[in-house]
């Protein structure tokens, strides 16, 4: 069964920046033909996407508009781990952000519903505060 972990969660000040990780377990398993996304969840609000990067061969990746151009995503199949570096971090991200997979031999993964995302983790928290 896949199951995630992510690590790297911290409190850190209104422009710095962390790196988050994910690391991937389950008999069998392995990262290459899975997209990968990034999610997060403030206090009272719904779980959002943060990102994705695709299946298959190729770094595909998607960011949604909150984080683009400040947040990447990259994974290591032979590693079964995935990352999220996040600069210029506010406190609007303050948030538990969390990875899933999803089985794709493509590399798109922007139309992925989080429904169709399996392995969730217990997430990580960052805070972004003064």
């Known amino acids: 069964q896949l199951q995630f972990v992510e690590s790297g969660g911290a409190l850190v000040q209104p422009g710095g920046s962390l790196r988050l990780s994910c690391v991937a377990s389950?008999?069998?398993?392995?990262?290459?033909?899975?997209?990968v996304g990034w999610f997060r969840q403030a206090p009272g609000n719904k779980r959002e996407r943060v990102g994705c990067?695709?299946?298959?061969?190729?770094?595909?990746?998607f960011y949604e508009d909150s984080v683009k151009g400040r947040f990447t995503i990259s994974k290591d199949a032979s590693k079964n781990t995935a990352w999220l570096q996040m600069n210029t971090l506010g406190p609007e991200d303050t948030a538990v952000y969390y990875c899933?997979?999803?089985?794709?031999?493509?590399?798109?993964?922007?139309?992925?519903?989080?429904?169709?995302?399996?392995?969730w983790g217990r997430g990580t928290q960052v805070t972004v505060s003064s």
């Open positions: 899933a997979a999803r089985f794709s031999r493509t590399s798109d993964c922007s139309d992925f519903p989080d429904t169709e995302y399996h392995g």
């Open positions: 990067i695709g299946g298959g061969i190729g770094d595909f990746t």
């Open positions: 389950g008999d069998g398993f392995g990262l290459g033909y899975y997209a």
